[in-house]
């Protein structure tokens, strides 16, 4: 049982390293619409992206408002709304998220990836389960990782960026 403890606590770790990243990406995007022209995708992915976001938002303030108050946002069907909208909005974004061009493309869906696995996690019972599902996240994390550097690889050969 100690190797969940040990799991959840890395866990903790990369949720405060993804709220980072959800900033930065963020900013990023707020840095693109006032750089480049947007194109009725790059909307589509705004909109993704903004779902991501606020799924994220949602996700930390049930955090935050159980920490102030000692106690659940919400009771009964009122939390299974709230957890149906988060999810909803993490599934949501990653669809419209995968509109965007370039950068913002990966981090809309790396925010709404996340947040589907995290959202599922936390309305799982059981502290096992709970970190069966965070190994998949830090799994899928990883590959996603090696996949994305390989193309980005590829591309810069392709291009002739690179001296072979």
Same mark, same amino acid.
């Given at each position: ?13 990369? !949720? ?23 194109? !009725?995708?790059?909307?589509? #992915?705004?909109?993704? !992206?903004?779902? #991501? ?12 408002? @159980? ?24 599934? !949501?974004?990653?669809?419209? #998220? ?28 059981? @502290? ?14 990883? @590959? ?21």
């Amino acid at each position: 049982m100690h190797w969940v403890y040990t799991v959840l606590n890395v866990r903790k770790v990369l !949720l405060l390293s993804y709220a980072v990243f959800v900033v930065w990406s963020l900013w990023l995007w707020i840095r693109s619409v006032n750089t480049k022209a947007f194109a !009725l995708r790059d909307w589509f #992915g705004s909109l993704g !992206l903004v779902a #991501g976001i606020v799924s994220a938002a949602m996700f930390g303030w049930f955090f935050l408002y @159980l920490a102030m108050m000692h106690g659940l946002i919400a009771h009964g069907s009122a939390l299974w709304l709230y957890y149906y909208l988060g999810e909803g909005l993490a599934v !949501l974004g990653l669809f419209l #998220g995968l509109f965007f061009r370039g950068e913002l493309r990966q981090s809309a869906a790396i925010i709404s990836v996340v947040m589907m696995f995290e959202w599922y996690g936390e309305m799982i019972v059981g @502290l096992k389960a709970e970190a069966i599902v965070s190994i998949a996240l830090i799994s899928f994390l990883m @590959l996603w990782t090696v996949i994305w550097a390989f193309i980005r690889v590829a591309r810069r050969k392709e291009s002739g960026m690179t001296s072979a």
